[in-house]
């Protein structure tokens, strides 16, 4: 397993801040690009990747100038996963055209007033288009009505009471529920009896990576009861360089190891899928030669039994229908021999990486790695 431990990072840069940054930040970076699907291919993982590490790195710059309670943590961490799942707290048919990650900072005292709602963008440009989108506007909307919420919840020490904004499926609102809940239990959890509160000095924050920028003084925000919120731009002490540097040389091999693992994971369950997709097709189509006349009646015929099986089989295939589950049959033996390949090679991937020979599938079930040796012909490399 990589080494992830805050002394790994100590010497990533020649700047103390940047490595204490980074140090106060591994659990969480790691945490998240852990979360991130390993289905997840080509540049949109480069672009979700990057901006997991420059968010989670921003926040923590945020926060060293101005530290946090357990309770203000807790309650940032709440909001920030209310405010990424708005769609389903509230009960909205329509996503929010908000940016991807959002976070609070709270007073300096300790207190549960929300000073800043602080956005991350990754580009200059980023910012532009969702200035377009009118996103921080949106934001505002998003994080008030979370936070009402919140507060809605902490007073009621129930979610029964919370309806959706919009006429939702019974299965949606079941879901909508179960994740509220968990609101419920982490609230109780932090032992959060206080409401928050947004200052009426509030600010919005916008940070961007250092030598990245963008002219908003038109961007214009107010609060629900028409208060200014004053707009601002922050740069991060951590350019894009630094970013990539990150993730060179810190999230690479853990983002390997868990994508290996996980594509080793998803080939074990798709090959026992198609075995047992192919177990039933293979049966229907014994049914139908079984059931054939012609077949049968060769099939129990004890001489040239073989050549007439083949030749009513030939028939059957006529049947553009037995002919096409015929060939499913074969492409799908044909799938799992490369699975089986492709897995083979993940597996040694793996072990290397891992330094173990054994692994959990999805099911649950720990398997062993045992690689079968066998001889190839080197197609007369020594006899020259």
């Known amino acids: 397993m990589p080494d992830f431990s805050p002394e790994s990072t100590k010497s990533l840069f020649t700047e103390k801040y940047k490595n204490d940054v980074l140090g106060n930040s591994y ?3 790691t945490q998240k690009l852990d979360s991130i699907s390993p289905k997840i291919y080509g540049d ?3 672009i979700l990747v990057f901006g997991t590490v420059f968010e989670t790195l921003a926040v923590q710059e945020q926060l060293a100038n101005t530290p946090e309670t357990l309770s203000q943590k807790g309650m940032r961490r709440l909001v920030e996963d209310l405010y990424q799942q708005s769609q389903l707290a509230l009960g909205e048919l329509t996503p929010i055209s908000t940016p991807d990650f959002v976070s609070v900072i709270f007073d300096k005292n300790g207190e549960l007033i929300v000073d800043q709602i602080v956005e991350m963008k990754t580009s200059g440009k980023a910012l532009e288009v969702g200035i ?8 505002v909307e998003t994080i008030e009505r979370v ?9 009621n020490k129930s979610v029964s009471h919370l309806s959706s904004k919009d006429k939702i499926s ?6 909508r529920q179960v994740f509220l809940n968990k609101i419920l239990k982490k609230i109780a959890e932090l032992d959060i009896n206080e409401t928050i509160t ?6 919005y924050v916008i940070i961007l990576p250092q030598g990245e920028n963008r002219d ?21 002490q951590f350019s894009k360089k630094d970013i990539h540097h990150v993730i060179d040389h810190y999230a690479e091999n853990d983002i390997e190891y868990f994508a290996i693992e996980n594509l080793i994971k998803t080939h074990i369950s798709h090959i026992d899928t198609v075995k047992i ?8 189509f014994n049914d139908i030669l079984n059931n054939d006349a012609g077949y049968k009646k060769a099939a129990d015929e004890s001489k040239e039994i073989n050549k007439k099986k083949a030749e009513a089989k030939q028939n059957i295939l006529k049947s553009p229908s037995n002919a096409s589950l015929n060939q499913k049959i074969k492409d799908m033996r044909q799938e799992i021999k490369e699975l089986k390949n492709a897995l083979s090679n993940y597996l040694q991937q793996y072990q290397k990486i891992a330094d173990t020979d054994q692994i959990e599938s999805e099911d649950g079930e720990v398997r062993q790695i045992v690689f079968n040796a066998h001889l190839v012909k080197l197609s007369g490399r020594f006899s020259k």
């Open 198 to 203: 947004l200052s009426p000095s509030l600010e």
């Open 132 to 139: 377009g989108k009118e996103q921080p506007k949106k934001s």
């Open 170 to 175: 019974n299965k949606k609102e079941e879901k």
């Open 147 to 155: 936070v009402s919420l919140i507060n809605s919840i902490i007073e």
């Open 27 to 29: 659990s969480e970076i």
């Open 216 to 236: 908003i003084s038109d961007l214009k925000l107010h609060s629900k009861d028409g208060t200014a919120i004053e707009a601002k731009i922050i740069n991060s």
């Open 277 to 284: 997709e192919l177990a039933k097709q293979a049966e229907m």
């Open 44 to 46: 949109y993982r480069k």
